[in-house]
């Protein structure tokens, strides 16, 4: 529940130490000295919540409003790591108010209704602060709506977007800091925190450098290296500190000292000697202490017992209570630390008005409860709320029980919640077993209306509410999941929501009626969030095996005889087969899915199911792919039901197919043609409010440009994706490759002519090499984090390929491009991408002959020949070129007569491309200012 996970109030005792560090944190921000970033680790009870407290009340009472200031949010344990943009709101909303002092009008509308209890979704107060980001937020929303509703969604092209939201909000949050004083940020419980606002927080680090901003984290480490939300948020506060982002502070046991001032201001009069036998009994632990000084009495001397176990101190101040009054507790230790008497009310079937009464009495006469304010999205129940003293103690009462008590007390809490004021206007009760009441259906979005943070708390005494509760659990989760997806680009809270719908559906009896669909759903949904992830083994980044995923979807689609299903479905295997098994077996799956869709007669299935085919079948067979994309693009130009609708993922289709034709007629040799389909696509996109595919376009045209010799028009659209991607922020696989192509670019394009200047064509040379060279690092980096399994051996081979041209000789950089090359072929000989393993072999050919390895050199080369020929014209592989390099390594070996062969293949293949070139100008720039051309005309390296 919301706002727990407190502990004894003790009065804060100052630690020194620490305390020192954040003032000297403060006076840095406060000097102009540039931002940096500190989280204090610690066990549960250690006092960090304390600390910063105490830290925010310091600088609170010390300064002016207009010298410094300091801002803090608390992320919310239980379901804190559903929220989206849970704490970053929280910062805007006060960063804002301030500014609105000085600027009356300007947030005044934004911080009105967030005031008055009626819950905002985060999208609608980002948007309101963050311009620009409405915009983004809603062509977001449309995508994902289309995608889902047609189960084939484009993260892929959403997910940088993500991260431009990210980086929009750091700007924002930043320009509020600027129109203020210097700022320090707190955020209390950070291992709480969802995964979008940890993106935020990683944005905002990077930017601390020079900004008048300090942040502040607290981290609890008890369970950071267990499975689930904890240890990823471990994971990441490791690696920012390794990166030099914040620094690692941990908090200990409180000093003897600090001891004895809490000592002290418990009983003022208990003998010197106690605080040191307390600080050896308990090691400082904060809880320990206190729990010991509450049991302490005057008569007791000396004497300190260090409690056997919580459990004894607990049941000693249950003890008095009546067995109604122990229900209560239990009832509400099963809500959470913080929890409201309505809800204990309804559960228990007592009268309100009498539970209110005795949980005021216990909390007035007993050291267990407190009163306390409700969570936000509960200021408008007609309810007390109240907190265990501490969580400790909560632990103990909630374990009390047993686990069916347990199952049933959380089901009936999660009926409890979804009645009352669902939102500010008051909405009636929304039922939990399936059947849709007023308007609000649980199939989709099964709470309409009511607060996010509500809905997490229902669904989480859901996922406790056993086998009764698993079909609402399903219906909400999978609700969560859309609504995250959709309406905050919040993907890796959604696939957390996809999983649990999962795990109740599985567990649903097979005869429930729905159980198939909703499987479906919930499979569709999860893979297409983490298709980006995907890096050809069955488990995403420790996810669920997607391939078995896929397949059991695929058997419940057959079930459920629904064709669309079963179409999409199909689709989707075909998608985890091509990441988990190579092409080959996804080719099958693929087929069969365009298959399933000429048989159902929908255009609409039956044309996704074509694009992504014809784009897969072309990596192996191009005239396949020719055939299926043609008659994708002749389909969307006849039927209205396709061109004729704004559907999104249809115009994302439509997109990917027809930058796919025309990059397959460019590898089949039809260069204008290419050209022209490439260049009227780039300026579509380029007119699209979301531009999407625009990367991926512009690496086309760029092979294109390259492809006719035309090296400036190539840099220039390079340059242009890499400033766009750059915008939008984020990693990226096709900011990646369109990185490589700019490195291999420098690298080959001829250097300009000036016979008169010798030195100065030799220094830009080494300058184009030396920026190439780094150039390309950085896209292997951002490639391996990255891991598109299609895009992965281009780029390696590209990394080869410039490392043997950044060199002259024997060296460190030439085995490293043998390294890269042998994993390539390692790696296409499972996967099926055959298209690298030609180029990668051709590479190992031009090394090995480098280094003198002449035998090996022709046995490479003759395995590039060998596959070549079996498989005819490659996608992203210049076959002139395989050819060419293949004859200088068996002319280098003496087999003269199959050198020259190899050559005049090479010259009819360019002959043949120049052919199909349009325009004299156009066809003598292919002929004459192509390097390789050139090479292959004069037959260098060859001989006569």
Not at 436 to 441: F, M, N
Not at 483 to 507: N, P, T, Y
Request: charged letters at 25%; one cysteine or more; hydrophobic letters at 40%.
């Amino acid at each position: 529940m919301a706002e727990t996970g407190t502990v004894v109030r003790t009065g804060f005792v100052d630690r020194v130490e620490h305390m020192d560090e954040l003032r000297s944190l403060m006076a840095d921000v406060t000097a102009g000295r540039g931002g940096r970033a500190i989280v204090v680790d610690g066990a549960s009870g250690m006092g960090k919540s304390a600390l910063l407290r105490a830290f925010e009340a310091e600088a609170d009472a010390s300064r002016g409003a207009d010298v410094r200031r300091v801002v803090s949010a608390r992320c919310q344990p239980s379901i804190g790591s559903g929220l989206h943009y849970g704490a970053i709101v929280d910062l805007l909303l006060q960063l804002a108010q301030d500014q609105e002092v000085k600027q009356p009008g300007v947030f005044r509308r934004l911080l009105s209704f967030t005031g008055q209890g009626a819950v905002r979704s985060a999208p609608e107060v980002l948007s309101a602060i963050v311009p620009g980001l409405g915009a983004l937020f809603n062509l977001g929303k449309e995508v994902a709506e289309a995608s889902l509703t047609s189960g084939s969604m484009p993260f892929d092209s959403l997910l940088p977007f993500q991260q431009g939201a990210a980086t929009q909000i750091v700007d924002a949050l930043l320009d509020l800091v600027r129109q203020g004083p210097p700022t320090v940020v707190l955020i209390d419980d950070i291992q709480y925190g969802d995964p979008s606002s940890l993106l935020v927080l990683d944005r905002l680090l990077r930017r601390l450098p020079g900004e008048p901003l300090g942040v502040v984290l607290s981290h609890t480490t008890d369970g950071a290296y267990a499975e689930g939300p904890g240890s990823a948020v471990e994971d990441l506060l490791h690696d920012w500190a390794k990166d030099g982002l914040l620094r690692r502070r941990v908090l200990k046991g409180l000093p003897q000292d600090a001891v004895a001032e809490l000592v002290r201001s418990r009983h003022p009069d208990a003998p010197p000697a106690l605080s040191e036998q307390l600080s050896r009994l308990t090691a400082g632990h904060a809880v320990f202490v206190t729990l010991c000084l509450e049991e302490w009495r005057p008569d007791d001397g000396l004497v300190v017992e260090l409690p056997r176990s919580l459990s004894r101190v607990v049941e000693d101040r249950l003890r008095p209570l009546t067995e109604l009054d122990r229900e209560l507790l239990m009832i509400g230790a099963t809500q959470g630390e913080t929890f409201l008497s309505r809800t204990v009310a309804e559960v228990k079937g007592v009268p309100h008005d009498e539970v209110m009464e005795r949980l005021r009495l216990i909390a007035a006469q007993h050291r267990l409860i407190l009163r306390t304010e409700p969570p936000g999205w509960a200021r408008l129940d007609a309810s007390d709320c109240y907190r265990f003293e501490h969580s400790a103690l909560w632990g103990v009462v909630y374990d009390q029980q047993t686990p069916q008590q347990l199952r049933s007390r959380h089901a009936r809490i999660a009926a409890a919640l979804t009645s009352g004021p669902l939102d500010g206007a008051g909405a009636g009760r929304v039922p939990l077993d399936g059947t849709p009441q007023d308007g609000t259906s649980l199939d989709g979005v099964p709470l309409d209306g009511v607060p996010l943070e509500r809905r997490l708390e229902i669904a989480r005494h859901l996922r406790s509410g056993g086998t009764e509760s698993l079909l609402a659990s399903a219906e909400v989760h999978y609700g969560l999941a859309r609504d995250a997806a959709m309406e905050g680009l919040s993907f890796a809270e959604a696939e957390r929501h996809c999983e649990e719908v999962i795990k109740a559906v599985r567990d649903l009896p097979e005869h429930e009626e729905s159980r198939d669909r909703r499987l479906v759903q919930a499979v569709e949904l999860l893979l297409s969030l983490t298709e980006v992830r995907w890096r050809g083994q069955h488990q995403p980044a420790g996810g669920p095996d997607i391939d078995v995923l896929a397949a059991e979807a695929e058997a419940a689609a057959r079930r459920c005889r629904i064709p669309e299903l079963a179409i999409r479905t199909t689709l989707l295997r075909g998608k985890t087969l091509l990441a988990t098994q190579g092409l080959v077996p996804s080719l099958d799956k693929l087929r069969a899915a365009v298959e399933l869709a000429e048989e159902h007669g929908d255009p609409v299935p039956l044309f996704v199911a074509r694009v992504e085919y014809g784009r897969q079948v072309s990596k192996r067979r191009l005239a396949d792919g020719l055939a299926q994309l043609r008659e994708a693009e002749r389909m969307y130009a006849s039927d209205p039901r396709l061109g004729g609708t704004g559907d999104p993922v249809l115009q994302h289709a439509r997109n990917l197919g027809e930058m796919q034709l025309g990059i397959t007629l460019f590898d089949s040799g039809h260069l204008s043609e290419a050209l022209t389909r490439l260049s009227r696509c780039v300026q579509r996109l380029r007119d699209e409010p979301l531009k999407a595919e625009l990367p991926i376009a512009l690496n086309y045209l760029a092979q294109v440009y390259t492809g006719l010799g035309a090296y400036g028009e190539a840099e220039g659209v390079l340059r242009e994706a890499l400033d766009f991607e750059a915008d939008r922020g984020g990693d990226s696989g096709w900011h990646a490759y369109n990185q490589a192509l700019l490195a291999h670019l420098l690298v080959e394009q001829p250097a300009r002519r000036d016979a008169e200047q010798p030195a100065q064509h030799d220094a830009e040379r080494s300058a184009r090499r030396d920026q190439a060279l780094e150039l390309i690092t950085d896209a292997w980096a951002e490639t391996e984090r990255t891991w598109l399994a299609n895009l992965v051996p281009i780029v390696r081979n590209l990394y080869a390929e410039i490392l043997l041209r950044a060199t002259d000789g024997p060296g460190e950089l030439l085995d490293q491009a043998d390294r890269l090359a042998v994993a390539t072929c390692v790696e296409t000989r499972r996967s099926g991408m055959i298209r690298s393993e030609i180029a990668a072999h051709s590479l190992r050919s031009r090394i090995l002959l480098r280094q003198g390895d002449t035998a090996a050199a022709q046995d490479q080369a003759r395995q590039a020949v060998r596959i070549l020929d079996e498989v005819g014209d490659m996608p992203a592989l210049r076959t002139e070129e395989v050819l060419y390099h293949s004859a200088v390594v068996r002319a280098a070996g003496d087999a003269r007569e199959e050198a020259h062969a190899l050559l005049e293949r090479a010259r009819r293949e360019v002959a043949r491309k120049a052919d199909l070139i349009t325009g004299d100008v156009r066809r003598d720039r292919f002929l004459t200012q192509i390097p390789l051309n050139n090479a292959i005309r004069e037959g260098e390296g060859i001989g006569h």
